[in-house]
Nanobody, 124 residues
Framework: QVRLVESGGGSVQAGGSLSVSCAAS????????MGWFRQTPGKEREGVAG????????LYADSVKGRFTISQDSAGDTVFLQMNSLKPEDAAMYYC?????????????????WGQGTQVTVSS
């Protein structure tokens, strides 16, 4: 069993920055990789960034490359998403996810556990 607790998020003007965090607990195998997804009403949940906890390799959606950074703490128990140069289209509910994959992933099937989400609002 894995528990994921997100924090951070909030509201910011376009061009600003926000960060979100995800505190993970539970069996390490089931959180070998972790990721951030986002979803807006009526749309599919999309992968934003993923990280392989063991190797610290990362993967980003094209829409956020160069603006978002995913990282982890030294224990691999907390994953961060630093979001810079935010755009109105980045506004969404952001979800943390964990799975047993051995490389960073952006695909939903790779993830077995999900947090409850934290809202990010970007005003133009």
């Amino acid at each position: 069993q894995v528990r994921l607790v997100e924090s951070g998020g909030g509201s910011v003007q376009a061009g600003g920055s926000l960060s979100v965090s995800c505190a993970a607990s539970g069996v390490r195998y089931w959180r070998n990789c972790m990721g951030w997804f986002r979803q807006t009403p009526g749309k599919e949940r999309e992968g934003v960034a993923g990280i392989d906890i063991g190797r610290s390799s990362t993967l980003y959606a094209d829409s956020v490359k160069g603006r978002f950074t995913i990282s982890q703490d030294s224990a691999g128990d907390t994953v961060f998403l630093q979001m810079n140069s935010l755009k109105p289209e980045d506004a969404a509910m952001y979800y943390c996810a964990a799975g047993p994959c051995t490389t960073a992933h952006l695909g939903r099937p790779a993830y077995f556990y999900w947090g409850q989400g934290t809202q990010v609002t970007v005003s133009s």
